[in-house]
C-alpha cells in the first residue's frame, strides 16, 4: 500500500526565513501533488509534478521531484505572512485516486 | 469558484441518522473522487467513480455508500452515523486527460454529529 510521509507535521518560522517540506512516498509513481489548505477551507493546487528532476516555481515557492529518490520538495524563500497555511502533498498512483501525506501546518511569525 | 460544487456546506445532525453529501464535478469531468477530512486521520480516500461507475474504494465505512447519476452528480451517503463521523467531506474531479492539470476540489461540506 503506498505510504506518503510528509515532514515536518508542523513548522514555526519568521518572516524572512527559508525552509523546505519533504515528501517521501513509498511506491513509484510520476505524477505529485502539491496543495495548499486554509483553515476550513478548501484545497488549492500549487503544483503539478509530472516527471523525474521537475522544477516548478511560484513566487516564494518552489517544487521539486526526484522519483528515483520517491521525493519532493517544496522550498520556501523569504517567507512571508500570507503564505501561513497547511501544504500537503499527493501522489497519483493509477487514475483511480491520488493519495495525500498528512500535511504540513507552516505558522509564519511576523 | 474551482467548478465543483458540493451541497451543503454545513449539516448538523445527530447520531444515528442519515445524511447525503452532493458533489457535481467540473463541467466535462467524468471523474468523482470523495476525500474525508478529520484532524486525527487527515485526508483520507473513500471511494471514486468514472462515468458513473465504481472504480476505486479505500478506507470507506460499510455505513456509507455512494453513486454517481447520469448527469455526472454524485452524492454520498452516509448512515448510522456516530460521533466520530463528524469531519469535512471533500469531492474532487478531473478527466483522463486532464491529469496533468491535477484534481480539482469542491468546497467542502462541514458535517457535525451532535
Known amino acids: 500500500e503506498l505510504k506518503v510521509e510528509q515532514n515536518p507535521l508542523f513548522l514555526s518560522m519568521q518572516e524572512g526565513k527559508n525552509y523546505t517540506i519533504y515528501c517521501n512516498y513509498s511506491?513509484?509513481?510520476?505524477?505529485l501533488y502539491w496543495y495548499r489548505q486554509d483553515p476550513g477551507k478548501s484545497l488549492e493546487s500549487l503544483f503539478v509534478l509530472l516527471s523525474n528532476g521537475a522544477v516548478k516555481q511560484e513566487g516564494r515557492l518552489m517544487a521539486s521531484l526526484d522519483t528515483k529518490a520517491r521525493l519532493s520538495t517544496l522550498h520556501i524563500t523569504a517567507a512571508v505572512h500570507d503564505l501561513s497555511a497547511t501544504y500537503f502533498c499527493?501522489?497519483?498512483?493509477?487514475?483511480?485516486?491520488?493519495?495525500f501525506g498528512k500535511g504540513t501546518r507552516l505558522h509564519i511569525l511576523p | 469558484d474551482s467548478g465543483v460544487t458540493q451541497t451543503p456546506k454545513h449539516l448538523i445532525t445527530a447520531t444515528g441518522q442519515r445524511v447525503t453529501l452532493r458533489c457535481s464535478p467540473r463541467s466535462g469531468d467524468l471523474s468523482v473522487y470523495w476525500y474525508q477530512q478529520s484532524l486525527d486521520q487527515g485526508l483520507q480516500f473513500l471511494i471514486q467513480?468514472?462515468?458513473?461507475?465504481?472504480?476505486a474504494k479505500g478506507n470507506i465505512l460499510e455505513r456509507f455508500s455512494a453513486q454517481q447519476f447520469p448527469d455526472l452528480h454524485s452524492e454520498l451517503n452516509l448512515s448510522s452515523l456516530e460521533l466520530g463521523d463528524s469531519a469535512l467531506y471533500f469531492c474532487?474531479?478531473?478527466?483522463?486527460?486532464?491529469?496533468?492539470?491535477?484534481?480539482?476540489f469542491g468546497s467542502g461540506t462541514r458535517l457535525t454529529v451532535v
Open positions: 511506491t513509484t509513481s510520476d505524477r
Open positions: 467513480y468514472y462515468n458513473g461507475e465504481e472504480r
Open positions: 499527493a501522489v497519483d498512483m493509477t487514475l483511480d485516486k491520488i493519495i
Open positions: 474532487a474531479s478531473h478527466s483522463p486527460g486532464q491529469r496533468n492539470y491535477g484534481y480539482t
